[in-house]
Structure formats: C-alpha cells, structure tokens
C-alpha cells in the first residue's frame, strides 16, 4: 500500500511540474504575442479586418460560393 501511495505522490508531482511548465510556456507565448501586435499599428490592424470583412461578405454573396457553402453545410449536416 505504501508504494502504490509513493507513485501516487510522484505522479501527482509530476504533474505539478508539467503545469508549471505549462503555464511558463503560455506566459511566453503571450509575452511573445504582446511584443508582435506592438508593432502593428491599430489603424493597419482596423483597416485590414474591414478589408477582410468587405471581401468575405461579397464572396459569401456571389452565386457560386454562396451555393457551395449550402452544399457543404447541408453535406455536413447528413
């Protein structure tokens, strides 16, 4: 019993260990991410979504995409 408690601890440490791993990295990550959108400047990133908005719309519109999409998605749903 008392080695099935000893591996019990040593995993439940090994986890610990993993989530603190886990959480340095997310950190990082988003430490990382925060330095990258510093450098674009809001206008260029307002401008683009408005572009990308505008151009998704007119696909979504025109016939032969429009009626893709529904055959997909009534695909998807048998």
Do not use: T
Request: net charge positive.
């Amino acid at each position: 019993m008392s080695s099935l408690n000893e591996r019990i601890q040593r995993c439940s440490q090994d986890m610990d260990k993993q989530r603190d791993c886990a959480l340095v990295l997310l950190n990082r990550q988003k430490s990382d991410l925060d330095r990258r959108i510093e450098g674009i400047p809001l206008p260029a990133a307002i401008g683009l979504a408005l572009v990308g908005g505008f151009l998704a719309q007119r696909l979504f519109r025109s016939p032969n995409p429009s009626r893709l999409f529904r055959l997909y998605l009534a695909w998807r749903a048998l």
